[in-house]
């Protein structure tokens, strides 16, 4: 009964430590947002730049909804918010684990928020400046003649949102590459036996979470698995978390007691040896 209202405690703080990390986390989008708020017109000025630089000289983007033109970009200044309030998410979220991590483990936390802040936003800028001009560009030019390029502000909207946010959580791929091997989810050489795997996986995400256009699909995958490759160089700089098992016997063999299966059954075969023996002398 106690183990079960210890458990029931532990679960309760549990939740209530995450509605706390969640409100927190509101609160700063909703700052953000309401400090963002009157540039919404020009966020999305910025944010439709990659496709107004393929469109005719006449042509523009073009809302077909009543209040699209209202809506849109007050989505698109709320989402903006959240991309800017990233590093805070980051550190909120690692902040629930850190009570279950050991001592050194905690030292990386804030190597690994500056590093995840900075993959994430290195995703969008490598999304903006380097795949949108492919994509809209190739977009722009394959249609029928008689066919007017003009996207809805909406889809216009959706479409960025998406492809966006799939690059910036592809190049979150070293950190999680390295937090799997640091807890012993799957061992480095694993992966590395594997990586054949890994970069089909790629390229099947790549199809997943891209439009359908082999040229997206190639910019997505193959960052994923050079990323993949820049978190198994890394890796060991990090110390591997054992297993309880591992760090008992570790201990043992510290104080000069090796007591794991194999040292065990080394020991056992030399003792029925020398028994063997000596009744051999008798």
């Known amino acids: 009964m106690a183990s079960k209202e210890k458990t029931k405690n532990t679960l309760v703080q549990n939740l209530l430590e995450i509605r706390n990390k969640l409100l927190k986390s509101v609160i700063a989008i909703a700052i ?47 989402i903006f ?28 936390i804030t190597p690994l928020i500056i590093s995840s802040t900075i993959l994430f936003y290195t995703g969008l800028l490598f999304a903006f400046y380097i795949v949108f001009p492919v994509i809209f560009g190739f977009l722009s030019t394959v249609g029928p003649s008689i066919v007017s390029f003009a996207p809805d ?16 959580v592809a190049f979150e791929v070293p950190i999680a590459t390295i937090l799997l091997i640091m807890f012993g989810v799957v ?25 359908p256009d082999i040229i997206s699909q190639f910019l997505i995958a193959i960052p994923m698995w050079l990323l993949f490759e820049a978190g198994l160089f890394f890796s060991p700089l990090f110390k591997v978390r054992h ?31 020398k028994m063997n023996k000596r009744g051999m002398g008798k």
Not at 81 to 100: D, E, K, N, R, T
């Open 81 to 108: 918010a959240v991309y800017l309030a990233m590093p805070y998410l980051l550190y909120q979220g690692w902040s629930f684990i850190a009570p279950a991590l050991y001592k050194h483990e905690k030292r990386l």
């Open 243 to 273: 297993t309880d098992k591992d760090q008992q016997n570790q201990r043992r063999k510290d104080k000069g007691f090796d007591w794991s299966d194999e040292s065990h059954n080394t020991k056992m075969n030399k003792l029925e040896a």
């Open 187 to 211: 061992s480095r050489e694993k992966l590395k036996k594997n990586r054949s795997y890994v970069i089909l996986g790629a390229f099947v995400l790549g199809m997943l979470l891209t439009p």
């Open 32 to 78: 953000i947002f309401l400090a963002i708020f009157p540039f919404a017109n020009d966020i999305y000025t910025f944010i439709a730049a990659p496709i107004i630089n393929v469109l005719p000289v006449d042509a523009n983007i073009i809302a077909i909804g009543v209040i699209s033109p209202f809506s849109i970009p007050l989505k698109m200044a709320l």
């Open 153 to 168: 502000i909406k889809n216009y909207l959706d479409f960025v949102l998406k492809v966006s946010f799939a690059f910036a």
